[in-house]
């Protein structure tokens, strides 16, 4: 009698050990989120695909410079490619239009269209055409940025690329961003044109064609870009 108590009594216990057991044993693990790649892993534009665009190209030159003869499709590329490099170390993927002097097509709205392409099949949250402005008199300056009328989103973001381009190349003339016509803005993603200065002033001519001047334009475009994300994630 005592004998099978105490058999009972080891049952119940290795019982209530299984059941501890049980009770402290790990639940399933949840499925793991999907990690995102490494290099949108940090910085303040993680997430982001941008589509960045190096105005004109190939036998489409663009505007001139006075002074110099220099042709804006090579100083839309090198500040372009400036700007890639700021956008991707905050953490942006970025896709580029060109990274040497080509076009798609010598049919400007074809050329377009095919860079409008690849915005839409990068699947880009985002577009920054580059360009060098120009006027018939040489007194005009200043970087000037462009959206498209009535979308919202792009004029936040013409604003803060603006307001980034004066604080930080405190340029002589401080322009507004404008509403404008432009096809390459016409996607329904936050698209501006920025014209980064005027080639037929003699100043900022002399500054646009300065590395370390084309170097602070992209880092402000890029701060811009930074800012309008904070201001639109925080709306
Ligand atoms: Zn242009």
């Not at 050990?17 to 290099?39: D, H």
């Not at 095919?114 to 040489?138: K, P, Q």
Request: charged fraction near 25%.
């Amino acid at each position: 009698m005592k004998k099978r108590w105490s058999r009972r009594l080891k049952a119940l216990g290795i019982a209530l050990l299984c059941a501890g057991a049980l009770a402290i044993a790990p639940r399933p693990a949840r499925p793991a989120v999907p990690a995102r790649p490494a290099q949108t892993e940090a910085g303040p534009l993680a997430g982001q695909v941008i589509l960045v665009d190096a105005g004109h190209g190939g036998t489409d030159g663009g505007a001139r410079a006075r002074d110099s003869g220099a042709l804006e499709k090579e100083l839309n590329l090198r500040v372009a490619l400036l700007l890639r490099d700021a956008l991707t170390q905050s953490g942006a993927q970025v896709i580029m239009t060109r990274e040497t002097d080509t076009q798609f097509s010598q049919q400007k709205r074809q050329d377009l269209n095919a860079r409008l392409d690849l915005a839409r099949e990068g699947g880009a949250s985002m577009l920054i055409s580059v360009h060098m402005n120009e006027y018939r008199t040489r007194r005009e300056s200043g970087p000037q940025v462009f959206y498209r009328q009535g979308q919202e989103q792009s004029r936040l973001l013409a604003g803060c690329v603006q307001e980034a381009l004066i604080a930080e190349l405190q340029p002589a003339k401080e322009r507004a961003a404008l509403a404008g016509d432009y096809f390459i803005l016409s996607l329904s993603i936050p698209s501006v044109l920025v014209e980064c200065g005027f080639l037929s002033n003699a100043a900022e001519e002399k500054l646009l064609l300065d590395p370390d001047y084309q170097a602070r334009v992209a880092s402000a475009i890029r701060d811009g870009v930074i800012a309008y994300v904070s201001l639109s994630d925080a709306l």
